[in-house]
T-cell receptor, first 117, second 109 residues
Framework: GAVVSQHPSWVICKSGTSVKIECRSL??????MFWYRQFPKQSLMLMAT?????????EQGVEKDKFLINHASLTLSTLTVTSAHPEDSSFYIC?????????????FGPGTRLTVT | GQNIDQPTEMTATEGAIVQINCTYQ??????LFWYQQHAGEAPTFLSY??LDGLEEKGRFSSFLSRSKGYSYLLLKELQMKDSASYLC??????????WGAGTKLIIKP
């Protein structure tokens, strides 16, 4: 149980275009979903936290108009990188939490590798 | 500020035991996690400690001392597949996750 999927696994896009990444919890309802970015040889950096039906909370330094997050249902959150630039190339990982405060284990998706040319 | 310290890199021998330490200073505490991450993959959950003491799960054990702001992950009977980064993560009083930089563990035959 507790499987999280991401789509696509990898994507290459041209500078200036937008890319949408989907994160789905397959066998549980995710009250909260998190989006992370990881640059090579670095730890995960939290970008934003989203709760179903409300606006995402962005971490300091993350442009909310550039990284659009939608958490429309308890099993789906999307991250759209708008007007992508080469510096946005990174490994984007989502995680989902059932939100039970006695068990804050997060279940991670497999990640999406974005390359902007 | 909030801070998590763990060694950058460690080397151990196949079949041996290794202990990865983590010290933290955070705004409150709601639990400490250890994750394993292989290169190019997402992290996988290893353990969660919220009370002092040792939690054993197969070859992996995790220890917590809240008064000392200290945890360690103990890996026994090391296998080559254990070569990975091990991330120490603390949940603060606002239920925000504070991530350590990770310890790269290299296993040699």
């Amino acid at each position: 149980g507790a499987v999280v999927s991401q789509h696509p696994s990898w994507v290459i896009c041209k500078s200036g275009t937008s890319v949408k990444i989907e994160c789905r919890s397959l066998d549980f309802q995710a009250t909260t979903m998190f989006w992370y970015r990881q640059f090579p040889k670095q730890s995960l950096m939290l970008m934003a936290t989203s709760n179903e039906g409300s606006k995402a909370t962005y971490e300091q330094g993350v442009e909310k108009d550039k990284f659009l997050i939608n958490h429309a249902s308890l099993t789906l959150s999307t991250l759209t990188v708008t007007s992508a630039h080469p510096e946005d190339s990174s490994f984007y990982i989502c995680s989902a939490s059932p939100g039970d405060r006695e068990s804050y284990e997060q279940y991670f998706g497999p990640g999406t590798r974005l390359t902007v040319t | 500020g909030q801070n998590i310290d763990q060694p950058t890199e460690m080397t151990a021998t196949e079949g041996a035991i290794v202990q990865i330490n983590c010290t933290y200073q955070t705004s409150g505490f709601n639990g400490l996690f250890w994750y394993q991450q292989h290169a190019g993959e997402a992290p996988t959950f290893l353990s969660y400690n919220v009370l002092d003491g040792l939690e054993e799960k197969g070859r992996f054990s995790s220890f917590l001392s809240r008064s000392k702001g200290y945890s360690y992950l103990l890996l026994k009977e090391l296998q080559m597949k254990d070569s990975a980064s091990y991330l120490c993560v603390v949940m603060d009083s606002n239920y925000q996750l504070i991530w350590g930089a990770g310890t790269k563990l290299i296993i040699k035959p």
